[in-house]
């Protein structure tokens, strides 16, 4: 099956057009040129797949393109969408030693963006080693990052990997869960159509619901790798959350990029204030909304949101209502949308209500985005794996569980963190895989 | 306020500033040449006057770096294409519009004694203040028997000059090719042929690059190209040896008019420094126009009036003695690279030179405890990039985190594993470190007391030579 599948759609690409447009060639000769080429480059130890920064700005810099694109995929395969999702300001470009000089820091992401977008340009494949020379047979639940990270590198290597995915195309938040105007599925796609030429097998449609379908899965690989994410969006737990008129972010999220959900009218409130959040008040307003609250129990300091997500949901047109919490959504008179909220205040880090702060919200949407629940349920009854915390309990450095046959990486296993943790996840695991069945075999 | 004005510069040329235009495509006219003198301009080498030839297309050509454009420049353009005639008669109008600006007349001429005499006569008529002998041009002419033709034959160049100061009554320059082995050997013939002053350097032999498409050199003129002329920035560090090699000979030295890369005051001072008596600029103007002089007179001036200078004499030669053989260098002066711990980013560039390209004393063992030693006792640049590369770093997602990813690394900007140190005890004080160094005076060559006295290659070996045969090298 292919992966690129998905209709190109005239109206949302306008209305989620990039946030950041590529670099012109010669812009990207010169921003290349700035790099200092530091040694054991902090920017590189930065990046949770320690992609060889310097290594692939210089390439950039003398015109090996190809070159640069290698080296950054040979580190991570998802160094393309990583270019465009990853929160550089925490990661390599905040590491750039050019900060400590009060000069801007490389842009290192428009680069490895320019890097990336050329060798898709190129239409060239990734080398890949002979199919079947080791004899490893893996398979990854989940065609999120973390698994194709994992599959990837396997198949780089020659082993076999097949990824089992229950919906109908792969890239999990990838291509489903990452706002547009950062990622758009279709790059998500087409970066993933360079893992599928590798090798890499898909089964899609495929749900791993009980022990059964995991004994199976046992009987015909040696190793099988989780990369299953997080679980449902958690639930308010208020009254009138069944509704029609409620959706929840990653819901959303995914309608609006598979073109299911194309217009929004009057007023949404999104409650929460995570990067979802704000990915879901942003697509909102893009999405024709006029009035979109973001309703969060603490204050203005307390976000999870990164602050250059904050700083774009205010130039978005997001509105903010601080300390505040919803009651209970319900249908008015003539059969409108209500969201009764209610003003709280932090005591002894507990939220108490504050009396007569009531107040109701007329809207069109409601749209929760408090976090997503742990999934991990079934593989502590099914596999034999440790669970913590809603979380499968791993060893970082070689993704193993509890159970040897078993590996973990992504969301489902470091709590919910970026493309690039997870892509560094998998990798690791394929590595361990890799090590373990070349010492049996010899 | 410090004076710039030239005055008496060999012999009789006076000018407002020392910065005139190099005989060059800037110079090509006089209409140019007026507007150049009103930017700011002391003075103007015309573009070389004689029998008008046919230029070919492309001309010029560039070495960029690292995305900078036109570090060093080449042309396969020849002399004046427009005849000799209308050179002269806007010469004796700009003269007569700018009286106190120095107007030279670069010429060539095929090698008989009648032409050049004849072309000396008709510059002077046009009130040429002094005469600039073309014996450097290196491409095209020179395969006429003119230009570097000449200028590579010691013999030629002081035969020319004879047969021109026969003539000229106002100060004769001869322009110098530095594509030869020793520019002070035709230096040498021009002052015994009568040459009141110099000009140096002329353009380098060079190729300044292949299409990596087509296969073809540039400039490309058809599919083929020829040896340019190369100046601009790039070439500043050999005209400024040449210039050195000639003012401390005393049998080359004479006035001289420096050539070679210059942009700023700050090279034109460095050339003065050394022996010059003006500047010549080509290239810089070709890149950005006239009106950079305006920076070249002010920073110099303002330089001077810092440094107590009154005039360009004041300072003129200053460092031309400074320049010496290598027998005569103190071999018992020391110093030692030292890193400030304060400004230091973390680079860690001085590391991998040392180690790479000098003498293995750069350590990136401050948090690890400093050790003194031969190279056998540190971890590799290896060893160290093994370890960062096998650690785990996660995205800081929460703000506690980030808190903690990026709160002050120490007491220092830079955390303090990643801050070299030198093993002063292994330093040789070769500068290498300093100056890959991206930050202003973060690693600074420190003196060492040796407590021995200052002892020169020569003194120590002196009478070495009668024990045993000297060795070639």
Redesign the interface.
């Given at each position: 099956m292919s992966t690129l599948t998905l209709p190109d759609d005239p109206q949302l690409r306008e209305r989620f057009s990039e946030l950041k447009r590529p670099l012109t060639p010669q812009a990207a000769?010169?921003e290349a040129?700035r790099c200092?080429?530091?040694?054991?480059a902090?920017c590189?130890?930065?990046?949770?797949t320690?992609i060889d920064v310097p290594g692939f700005i210089k390439r950039i810099?003398s015109g090996n393109l190809r070159g640069s694109a290698l080296r950054i995929l040979d580190a991570n395969i998802l160094g393309g969408s990583c270019s465009r999702a990853?929160?550089v300001d925490?990661?390599c470009e905040?590491a750039c030693?050019?900060h400590?000089?009060g000069r801007h820091p490389i842009r290192i992401a428009q680069l490895q963006r320019h890097a990336i977008d050329s060798f898709h340009a190129s239409g060239e494949e990734l080398l890949k080693a002979p199919p079947a020379s080791r004899m490893v047979r893996v398979a990854c639940i989940g065609a999120g990052p973390a698994s194709l990270a994992c599959a990837a590198e396997l198949c780089r290597q020659g082993a076999s990997a097949t990824i089992l995915e229950r919906r109908a195309l792969p890239g999990g938040l990838n291509t489903y869960g990452v706002a547009e105007y950062k990622l758009r599925a279709a790059d998500s796609l087409r970066e993933i159509e360079l893992i599928r030429q590798m090798g890499v097998q898909f089964r899609f449609g495929a749900s791993m619901d009980t022990a059964d379908d995991l004994r199976a899965l046992e009987d015909e690989f040696d190793f099988i790798f989780l990369g299953i994410g997080l679980g449902a969006m958690q639930r308010l737990n208020i009254p009138g959350e069944e509704s029609d008129g409620v959706m929840n972010a990653l819901e959303l999220i995914a309608e609006y990029k598979t073109g299911r959900l194309r217009e929004l009218t009057g007023t949404v409130v999104v409650v929460g204030a995570g990067n979802t959040a704000i990915d879901a008040a942003n697509a909102a307003r893009r999405l024709g909304a006029e009035t979109v609250y973001l309703l969060y129990r603490r204050g203005e300091s307390?976000i999870?949101a990164f602050n250059f997500e904050y700083e774009h949901a205010k130039q978005e047109g997001v509105q903010f209502l601080w300390r505040r919490q919803p009651a209970a959504i319900r249908r008015g008179d003539h059969g409108q949308l209500l969201l009764d909220t209610v003003q709280v205040r932090e005591v002894d880090k507990k939220l108490l209500p504050i009396p007569d702060s009531q107040f109701t919200i007329a809207c069109n949407l409601v749209v929760p985005a408090i976090g997503q629940s742990p999934i991990a349920q079934l593989m502590r009854e099914a596999c034999r794996i440790e669970i913590k915390d809603g979380g499968i309990v791993t060893d970082?450095?070689t993704g193993r569980t509890s159970n040897p046959r078993y590996f973990a990486g992504g969301d489902c296993a470091?709590g919910?963190?970026?493309v690039?943790?997870a892509v560094?996840d998998g990798k690791r695991s394929a590595l361990t895989m890799l090590k373990i069945a070349e010492a049996v075999y010899a | 306020m410090p004076d710039i004005h030239i005055r008496g510069f060999a012999g009789s040329i006076n000018a407002p500033n020392p910065f005139w235009l190099a005989s060059a495509p800037p110079t090509n006219c006089g209409e140019q040449i007026m507007r150049a003198f009103d930017a700011g301009w002391g003075g103007a080498v015309w573009k070389t006057i004689g029998e008008p030839i046919t230029n070919v297309s492309s001309r010029y050509s560039s070495a960029d770096w690292q995305g900078l454009r036109m570090m060093g420049f080449n042309n396969i353009e020849l002399i004046s294409d427009r005849s000799i005639e209308i050179n002269l008669r806007e010469m004796a109008e700009v003269k007569k519009r700018y009286p106190y600006h120095a107007v030279i007349a670069s010429l060539m001429v095929e090698s008989k004694r009648e032409a050049w005499h004849e072309i000396v006569a008709r510059a002077e008529d046009a009130g040429a203040d002094g005469l600039e002998l073309n014996f450097g041009c290196p491409h095209g002419m020179s395969e006429r028997g003119m230009g570097s033709a000449v200028g590579q034959v010691p013999e030629y160049a002081e035969m020319i000059t004879g047969w021109v100061k026969e003539k000229a009554r106002t100060p004769v320059l001869v322009k110098l090719t530095p594509n030869i082995t020793d520019i002070r050997t035709v230096a040498r013939a021009a002052r015994r042929g009568g040459a009141d002053g110099l000009s140096a350097i002329n353009t380098i032999n060079s190729i300044t690059g292949i299409d990596l498409d087509t296969f073809e050199p540039r400039p490309n003129v058809d599919g083929k190209s020829s040896h340019g002329g190369y100046c601009g920035p790039a070439v500043k560090p050999i005209a400024l040896n040449m210039v050195q090699q000639v003012m401390a000979d005393p049998e080359s030295a004479l006035p001289l008019s420096a050539i070679g890369g210059i942009e700023t005051w700050r090279d034109a001072a460095e050339f003065i420094l050394l022996g010059a008596g003006t500047v010549q600029v080509c290239t810089a103007v070709m890149h950005y126009g006239y009106r950079i002089v305006e920076d070249m007179a002010e920073g110099l001036v303002g330089w001077m009036r810092s440094k107590g200078f009154a005039s360009i004499d004041d300072f003129r030669g200053l460092s031309l003695h400074r320049v010496t053989d290598w027998k005569n260098l103190n071999l018992n002066y020391k110093i030692v690279a030292r890193i400030d711990e304060k400004k230091c980013i973390g680079c860690d560039l001085c590391h991998i030179a040392c180690w790479d390209g000098a003498h293995q004393c750069i350590h990136l063992d401050r948090a690890s405890g400093p050790v003194n030693g031969h190279v056998e006792l540190h971890p590799t640049p290896a060893d160290n990039e093994a370890r960062t590369r096998d650690s785990i770093t996660v995205t800081p997602v929460t703000r506690q985190e980030r808190a903690a990813a990026f709160s002050k690394p120490g007491p220092y900007l830079a955390p303090i594993a990643r801050i070299p140190r030198v093993d002063e005890t292994e330093c040789v004080g070769c500068n290498l470190c300093s100056l890959v160094c991206p930050v202003d005076q973060c690693i600074t060559m420190v003196r060492v007391d040796t407590g021995l006295a200052p002892e020169t290659w020569e003194e120590r070996t002196r009478g070495a030579a009668c024990v045993t045969q000297p060795q070639r090298s």
């Open positions: 000769t010169i040129n200092l080429y530091c040694f054991d902090p590189t130890t930065a990046c949770p320690h810099a990853c929160p925490v990661l905040g030693v050019l400590r000089q307390d999870s970082r450095a470091n919910g963190r970026e690039v943790d560094a | -």
